[in-house]
């Protein structure tokens, strides 16, 4: 590079590092400055012509003058004010050379995630792009060029260099495609485009610290004349590579070039024949390249991805066409304005389809907001399905489901869109329901011809179906399907039959034969049947309606009903988010940049409005699992009955205590039921104080036991906390047995011992100042101290000082109580170590407010001779029905040996994530209470904050529910539901490890 360098600093003046960046033909070399900028000098073949350089000069030129915001490199001048120079190479023959300023960012090849937003800016860049080019001019751009789609269709009498008869024939069927569009193509307009927006030529920045965006687009070497559909056809064909949803990108990139710079629907039904011809010509290029310089890595970089999506099964072409027109709010098809014009003039006129009016028939909601069935959204029972609705209808059983309604009943696999019950899922309904008697005639709307007539008769499928077909005055074709009909329809209907209007041509089936649901008719509307055959989607993904509104457009004008009577819309997010802002304090925090609105449950997993899971990896408090069936059917009971106090005797009480007692060693055998873990925490402390005579307290950095006065005076995590109120003078710190980050580490065999005596220094201190020690309480493994397992024996010799000073133990064990640790039902089981008082919270009533709190009888007698001890609800009848099933549910269902199994398989994964990413810094926990501590480097361990705010929200994006702790809020806290199964497991480690790769 020596030659290079040397003639930089002569034409140019700069002295630069230089190094060697890939190209096909010219030399590409980065030049590092010390201080004044980077810069790509580009070094051209022997023999370019020097209009070719001229031609992209002044198109980057012309770019800057029409916009200053499109991110393309500027030109840097020689010392004598030109913009190309010919300078010779080492051989001394002349070359053409050029210097531009390099751009910010890597290329969108080697970056993760390409998100939806990062590919859609793209697409706005590309817009706005051809349209800034549009009216530039260079007779350079009249070339006789490979790479100019205008001139692909060359590789047809190459295509025998691919010898794989399979591909060979792929390669021909894009030929006959790019046939059938050609004379449509060529009577678009050309104009200057960029031509090779591949996904080595597109920069992005950001990351894990900052968002991403499309930092530059380079190389105009393959600029030419074509028509603007070709450039963004092009760059599609790069967009798509590898891409786990490619159909979905693609809508993503074209939808923001419409923004810019708007398509017509004739253009955008041509993308996919010209994206397919890019790759085309792509990987026949490449394989003669290849024979000619088998060394060269650069003529094959893309062929392997090219080859996987050509070959792997993707959306129906046609169905992808109507995919990308609505993205860009384009009719689906060329009539569907027609079609539409002619429903709405003929609303009111059409034949009643279930032989009555329908605008007094009631309206009942199968949403995930207001049903609660199926009871699992993971499986429907054919009992459920056959009951389905049965309040909702009028006197004789009548009632309407709506359309655009987000509904958890479509609970079997094949409504996944992916492997996880987690995954993408359909959920929302594409058509009408109307629950009636079984053998319901039904009958045609207006004149139509029998298209499809089956008898399905899979589990929760339609039983008898018909697809009609009906021609508006227009001449254009339109379909209606009718599902859940009487088996018979296949005997008494024929493929062509003619039907009049208002013919009857079915019946309601009964559950033995409509697929085991209970009667009525699903009743669907479809502008095109192209891609979709006979088997339509009846149910769509929530993040596709842009598509099915389009292709499946509400069918309310043929049933004669207004459309918004028929139409469902969940509750905006966006509402209620405004809502809480007004209502709530502005220190009652949210999760997320986007924060999820949660509206059902079930075990380990959680649906928004619209039905999209999300696998709970974070909330302990649902001990068992969300919305248990038996903590249901005992809340209920409960609540049929009375739900009174502890001032009056009832089983339910001495019945829980002695379930709770069992769990604890002898000296325990005094309870006390409370509200929450916050009010059991206050107690504590009066129990403690009672006992001893003392007020002081000993207890961890950074520590959390509620929110009340008393207890925030002991929760370091508050009182230290930006606007907290401090430390209080009887309250004295001691730090967190971190043997990760802390001043003893895991190579000191004395840790346990040593941070054991930090407390020593803190009894001496409320002594001194006149408190004496009343207790010490901590977190048994501090939680929001960043999941911390602190060292056997540790707690011991902390109980063994406290005690010699006259003070009681507290065990706060409300994080890692009841069998979430596997091993241990407690977490002082663990350390060896017997407290004097234990307190347990929220995952005791699985949700329903409940705290416990369990000393011994000593200490419940000195707190007898005070003042009456009461508590409204903690010792409810229903609280304590809610607080025994809880612990007899983890009894029964094995939840702490599952919790055990589950946690070492978790353990297993993420210590593999460890050694695999120098981010992860420390793996810790049992069972499953698990934090994963994320550094910035091992070297400082500098805390990975915006690492684990990065990797949270990528997580949520991934479907996963965690969340994230410590001081410096760098530990990812993983503790689901008890529940949570090994396919859980797997998709937490799957996600985390696809993240940890993109930081």
Not at 711 to 728: E, L, M, P, R, T
Not at 734 to 743: N, P, S
């Amino acid at each position: 590079m020596t030659h290079w360098q040397e003639a930089l600093k002569t034409a140019w003046g700069i002295d630069a590092k230089l190094t060697g960046l890939d190209g096909e033909y010219d030399l590409n070399i980065l030049a590092e400055t010390d201080g004044q900028g980077d810069y790509v000098l580009k070094v051209m073949r022997a023999g370019c012509e020097a209009d070719l350089i001229e031609m992209q000069v002044a198109a980057m030129a012309h770019i800057a003058a029409k916009s200053d915001a499109l991110p393309y490199p500027k030109v840097i001048a020689t010392k004598d004010g030109a913009t190309l120079a010919t300078l010779p190479d080492e051989d001394g023959q002349d070359r053409l050379c050029w210097l531009l300023e390099k751009l910010p960012g890597q290329c969108y090849a080697k970056h993760a995630p390409k998100t939806p937003e990062l590919i859609e800016e793209l697409g706005q860049i590309l817009g706005a792009t051809d349209l800034a080019m549009a009216d530039f001019q260079h007779p350079a751009l009249a070339r006789d060029f490979k790479w100019d789609l205008m001139q692909g269709q060359w590789i047809g009498g190459h295509t025998a260099v691919v010898t794989d008869m399979q591909r060979q024939g792929i390669l021909h069927d894009i030929l006959s495609e790019v046939a059938l569009i050609w004379p449509r193509l060529m009577m678009l307009p050309k104009q200057a485009i960029h031509n090779d927006v591949n996904d080595y030529n597109v920069l992005v920045t950001g990351g894990a610290y900052e968002p991403l965006q499309v930092s530059g687009v380079i190389d105009f070497g393959d600029m030419c004349a074509a028509p603007r559909i070709c450039n963004l056809a092009i760059a599609a064909a790069y967009i798509v590579l590898d891409h786990p949803a490619p159909e979905a990108a693609l809508a993503h990139l074209v939808a923001g070039y419409h923004i810019q710079n708007p398509l017509s629907a004739a253009e955008v039904d041509m993308i996919l024949p010209l994206l397919r011809l890019r790759l085309a010509v792509s990987v026949v290029n490449s394989t003669i390249e290849a024979a000619d310089n088998p060394d060269d890595p650069y003529v094959t970089i893309s062929q392997a991805p090219a080859w996987r999506y050509l070959e792997r099964d993707n959306e129906h072409p046609g169905l992808l066409k109507a995919r990308l027109r609505a993205a860009c709010g384009l009719p689906v098809t060329n009539a569907a304005e027609r079609i539409h014009a002619f429903l709405a003039a003929e609303q009111g006129n059409f034949a009643p389809v279930m032989g009555r009016d329908l605008a007094e028939v009631p309206m009942g909601s199968l949403s995930v907001e207001n049903c609660a069935e199926p009871q699992n959204p993971f499986d429907m029972p054919i009992e459920e399905a056959a009951q389905l609705g049965a309040d909702y209808g009028d006197k004789d059983g009548w009632w309407i489901g709506y359309y655009n309604e987000p509904r958890l009943i479509y609970a079997e696999p094949a409504f996944r869109k992916g492997p996880w019950k987690a995954s993408n899922r359909r959920t929302v309904h594409l058509a009408v329901d109307v629950f009636a008697p079984a053998d319901t005639p039904v009958a045609t709307p207006m004149a139509a011809k029998v298209h499809v007539v089956e008898n399905r008769t899979g589990h929760l499928d339609y039983g008898g179906v018909v697809i009609l077909s009906h021609d508006t005055p227009e001449g254009d074709t339109f379909y209606t399907l009718y599902g859940h009909l009487a088996a018979d329809v296949v005997d008494t209907l024929t493929i062509g039959q003619d039907l009049t209007k208002g013919e009857e041509f079915a019946r309601l089936g009964d559950p033995s034969q409509n697929g085991g649901w209970a009667p009525h008719i699903h009743f669907q509307l479809a502008l095109t049947t192209d891609g979709m055959g006979h088997d339509w989607p009846g149910v769509g993904d929530p993040d596709e309606m842009y598509l099915w509104e389009g292709v499946c457009p509400n069918p309310a004008a043929l049933l004669n009903l207004p459309a918004d009577k028929v139409r469902y819309e969940p509750t905006n997010k966006a509402d209620v988010l405004a809502g809480r802002k007004a209502h709530f304090g502005g220190n009652l925090s949210l999760t997320y940049k986007d924060p999820v609105m949660l509206v059902r449950g079930w075990k380990h997993h959680l649906f928004d409005e619209w039905g999209r899971p999300y696998l709970d990896a974070y909330n302990n408090v649902p001990h068992v699992g969300h919305a248990h069936p038996r903590i249901q059917a005992v809340a209920a009971d409960q609540l049929k009955r009375m739900n009174s106090n502890t001032r009056y005797l009832h089983p339910a009480q001495t019945a829980f205590a002695e379930k709770v007692l069992s769990k604890l060693p002898e000296p325990f055998e005094v309870c006390f039921f409370v509200n929450s873990g916050t009010e059991a925490n206050e107690l504590a402390l009066r129990l403690a104080r009672a006992h001893t005579g003392a007020k002081g307290m000993v207890t961890p950095d950074h520590g959390y036991h509620g929110n009340t006065t008393g207890v925030i005076d002991i929760s370091a995590y508050k009182f230290n906390a930006k606007g907290g109120v401090g430390q209080s003078d009887w309250v004295e710190l001691v730090d967190v047995a971190d043997d990760y980050r802390g001043r003893f580490g895991r190579d000191d065999a004395d840790r346990a011992q040593k941070y054991a005596d930090l407390v020593d220094p803190a009894i001496a201190a409320l002594q001194d100042k006149g408190h004496g020690v009343a207790g010490f309480i901590a977190e048994t493994f501090p939680s929001v101290g960043g999941q911390i397992i602190p060292p056997k024996g540790y707690l011991p010799a902390v109980y063994e000082k406290i005690r010699a000073a006259g003070g009681v133990c507290i065990a706060d064990e409300v994080q890692t109580g009841l069998g979430r640790l596997g091993d241990y039902y407690f977490g002082f089981e663990h350390q060896g170590a017997l407290p004097d008082i234990v307190v347990m919270g929220k995952p005791i009533g699985n949700g329903h407010p409940l705290g416990v709190l369990v000393t011994t009888k000593a200490i419940a007698e000195s707190f007898a001779e005070g003042p009456e001890f009461f508590s409204t609800f903690g010792g409810s009848n229903l609280s304590c029905r809610i607080g025994k099933e809880v612990l007899d549910i983890v009894d029964d269902e094995g939840l702490q040996a599952n919790a055990k199994a589950m946690g070492d398989k978790l353990m297993v994964g993420l210590k593999a994530l460890e050694a695999k990413y120098e981010v992860v810094g420390d793996v810790r926990g049992m069972g499953l209470f698990v934090g994963v501590e994320l550094i910035t480097d091992a070297d400082s361990r500098r805390e990975g904050t915006e690492i684990a705010s990065y990797v949270k929200n990528r997580m949520r994006a991934h479907r996963i529910l965690l969340g994230s702790e410590g001081p410096k809020d760098n530990i990812l806290k993983i503790r689901p539901p008890l529940s949570v199964d090994a396919e859980g497991i797997e998709m937490i480690l799957d996600a985390l490890d696809q993240i940890l790769s993109e930081v």
